[in-house]
């Protein structure tokens, strides 16, 4: 590679800081990659024109982000993430469907940033309880969030929750009573039926998720609801078309069915359709999380109701559950929405799921399972039922998450059987793409002989 010379021009603060944010915006943008060597900090401070101290200590800041290794006389290089092995696969569930680390530390060091800044501009308000819906600059940054994505909201509509899960139950809570029926998928998000075996609801499947099938139960049955995913559908990673959202939209309001759009993944698509909450607003409940674009830990989402009068009752009825979505975390979201940082992560996301479902491609060969063009699960149809059983099972350890097609199903869908692939989480590349080749392996023989390991 050139000698990486960091141009401190646009960076403010210390010159050691200045430094190390350089080499870490170097090595988001892939300007620095993995394994790189730094330069030597004494040939550095000498181009810079700066001592050596200062040099040294921006080396330390970014040892500390854990962008960078030593490695004693050889020098400083870039870590290299795609050859590091995945954290301990006991420490997380690969059952979920988490998002990839953006590259570079990114999520990391964006949030001490965000973190400092609020102890600067919230430190009264963000160690204290607060007002049930969230704090009024949060909500305000999700409403502009929904109104840019082309959902025209304001503060008052909006109501800040303890991340998606959290906003299903108060949306089911507020607006459904035992043993009212809720239309949906043939496979849906596993937190749903949870949801709906727990408060009696009854979950009745569509033959398929479009505006004639939604005609055709609503005259033979009550329909209170409609739940869907409507971008990057979990697990099966369907996308509506602006045209099937349309026609949801208008049965919808003929048969007085209210709309649960749980868009989990819709701030991913860089192009999504128009939200069907936008279409009929005042029937609509439209759920915005930050747990799959960025990262489930931070447990902030954002609810936009039919109404005020709607957001006042969703507020009390996620303050009985949760209490609040974690007032540091929502004030960090809040702080990235204002300044530009939420779509560089959630950029940051995308190219890595990208890069990611590149490999699967090539790995699997892209015509045997379906994937959003920017997500980060596969929808991967299988033989039969005792192969879509046992793959989960004989690829546990390997950091890949598999679950079972049975995991999502309502009824008895009929379908072939299938598991949903996750290429996210804490794996790194090359532990990635070794579990996509054991994978592969398993798939292969599963054609040839059966897969228990003991025969």
């Given at each position: ?19 190390a944010d350089a080499l870490t915006e170097a090595i988001d943008r892939g300007s620095l990659a993995p394994g790189d060597r730094l330069p030597p900090q004494r040939e550095l401070a000498d181009t810079l024109g ?187 990673t369907e996308t509506l078309s602006s045209e099937t959202r349309q026609q949801i939209a208008e049965v919808a309001e003929r048969h007085n069915v209210q709309i649960i759009e749980d868009d989990a993944y819709g ?104 994937a959003h063009p920017e997500g980060y699960h596969l929808w991967l149809p299988l033989p039969d039922a005792q192969t879509a059983s046992k793959l989960p099972v004989l690829m546990r350890n390997t950091g890949l ?55």
């Amino acid at each position: 590679m050139n000698r990486w010379i960091p141009d401190l021009s646009r960076f403010s603060g210390p010159k050691y800081l200045a430094i190390a944010d350089a080499l870490t915006e170097a090595i988001d943008r892939g300007s620095l990659a993995p394994g790189d060597r730094l330069p030597p900090q004494r040939e550095l401070a000498d181009t810079l024109g700066f001592d050596l101290t200062t040099v040294t200590r921006a080396y330390e800041v970014a040892r500390e982000r854990g962008l960078t290794v030593g490695r004693g006389r050889a020098g400083s290089f870039v870590r290299d993430d795609r050859a590091a092995a995945t954290s301990d696969p006991g420490q997380y569930d690969e059952a979920m469907n988490c998002p990839p680390l953006p590259a570079g530390k990114a999520l990391s060091t964006a949030f001490g940033d965000a973190v400092r800044s609020c102890m600067v501009n919230h430190a009264d308000s963000v160690f204290h309880y607060q007002r049930p819906g969230g704090a009024s600059h949060v909500r305000d940054a999700g409403a502009q969030l929904l109104s840019r994505i082309g959902l025209a909201t304001d503060a008052d509509q909006t109501v800040v929750t303890a991340g998606g899960q959290n906003a299903l139950h108060a949306v089911l809570a507020t607006m459904a009573k035992p043993g009212d029926h809720i239309a949906c998928g043939r496979f849906v998000y596993p937190g749903l039926k949870s949801l709906a075996q727990r408060m009696q609801l009854h979950l009745v499947p569509l033959a398929e998720m479009t505006g004639d099938a939604l005609e055709q139960l609503c005259r033979e049955t009550t329909i209170k609801a409609l739940y869907v995913v409507p971008t990057n559908d979990n697990p099966t990673t369907e996308t509506l078309s602006s045209e099937t959202r349309q026609q949801i939209a208008e049965v919808a309001e003929r048969h007085n069915v209210q709309i649960i759009e749980d868009d989990a993944y819709g701030l991913l698509a860089s192009n999504p359709p128009q939200p069907i909450a936008s279409l009929i607003p005042d029937r609509s409940w439209y759920i915005a999380s930050v747990s799959k674009a960025i990262s489930p830990s931070l447990r902030v989402a954002f609810v936009r109701s039919p109404g005020v009068a709607q957001s006042m009752q969703l507020a009390a009825e996620m303050h009985e559950t949760a209490v609040m979505a974690p007032p540091i975390n929502a004030a960090v979201v809040a702080h990235w929405l204002r300044n530009g940082t939420f779509d560089k992560l959630v950029q940051g996301t995308r190219s890595e799921g990208a890069w990611r479902r590149t490999t699967a491609e090539t790995i699997l060969g892209a015509d045997i399972f379906a994937a959003h063009p920017e997500g980060y699960h596969l929808w991967l149809p299988l033989p039969d039922a005792q192969t879509a059983s046992k793959l989960p099972v004989l690829m546990r350890n390997t950091g890949l998450g598999l679950v079972s097609s049975t995991g999502f199903a309502v009824g008895e869908p009929g379908d072939p059987s299938a598991i949903r692939v996750s290429l996210g989480g804490p794996i790194g590349r090359s532990a990635l793409a070794a579990g996509l080749r054991t994978l592969d392996a398993f798939i292969s023989s599963s054609e040839r002989m059966s897969l228990d390991p003991f025969v």
